[in-house]
């Protein structure tokens, strides 16, 4: 059985890691740096873009933003949990309070929220790839707008949010630990021919 400490260290790796990717599609959508979020921050100034902005931040969307703020709720109260019989020795404790409130803190107890943690991240793998995919179409269609109004040659930017992993040997399809790293296709636009 693991050690809840074993648990908890997972739960802020993944933390973590949803957070970059929360980050990082703020970032491109939000066209400016973010700074430093927590996870409930990006996913709350992302469902306010979400209001502005249905065309980019489709109901699926906003819907994994809102369970990926829940679930940072959750980290929230299992890190921030205050021990009430840990010992001085060992440092070892059984009872947790949050806000006058009993947490679970058992390796099964964090370890649900690591795997809703873990689900959130895939998916916002593929929500993020389709968020790239509109973006481009907007970099494309700016392109060439530009390109007709100016008769110059455009090569707009390409975005792919979250498509950059490391995957574990054990959790690669290969069996050998593997990063993948897409690249675009190059973009150029051309002006319209007169």
Partial sequence: MPDVNDTVGQLAIADATLC???RDILNEAGGQNSGEVTTGQAADRLLAAAKTDRLLFTPNVTDWLKRAKKAAEKRNTIIHAIARDRCVTCGRAT???HKGATVDRSPTGVGNVVN???TLIH???NIA???SDR???RERAQASALAASTGTTQFPRQVLIGQNWYHCAACSP???ATVGVPLGTAA???PPKP
């Fill in 129 to 131: 790839g389709g968020i």
């Fill in 20 to 22: 970059d990717l929360l």
């Fill in 95 to 97: 009872r947790f309070e």
């Fill in 174 to 176: 290969t069996g050998a």
């Fill in 135 to 137: 973006l481009n179409a």
């Fill in 188 to 190: 150029m636009v051309r």
């Fill in 123 to 125: 998916e916002g793998v």
């Fill in 116 to 118: 809703e943690f873990t």
